[in-house]
């Protein structure tokens, strides 16, 4: 996902990836290129996701059911595939953005030890 900096955890980036790409998707369908827009923008252009791993991430996402998709006409007048939250998706989200505020507090407390 990240394009500036190629750290390891692949299960860590791409739990990440989906959890962005949920997230993205509460305000209504999108398809691919408005999603990927909508995380660079809401990451102020630190995150940068490429295709390569966007549309695996999607069909991951809709083969889970956590997104179903359907076709529509994008902004520009062409055929494109859209995606939106589903149900299982919502609660999903929830639940792994819990988890995500657990871990970021954990690694938190491990780069700034309270002084003793």
Known sequence: M????????????????????LRSLVLGP???HTIAH????GSD?????????????????ENRGYVASFWGTSENNRKA???RLTPSGRKTLAAETSRWEQLVQAIGRVMKPAAD
């Open 2 to 21: 990240p394009r500036r900096s190629e750290a390891g955890g692949g299960d860590m980036l791409q739990g990440a990836l989906d959890m962005l790409i």
């Open 30 to 32: 999108a398809h691919g």
């Open 38 to 41: 909508a995380i660079e923008r």
């Open 45 to 61: 252009r630190v995150l940068q996701v490429e295709h390569g791993s966007l549309y695996p991430a999607l069909h991951r996402l």
């Open 81 to 83: 595939k859209y995606y």
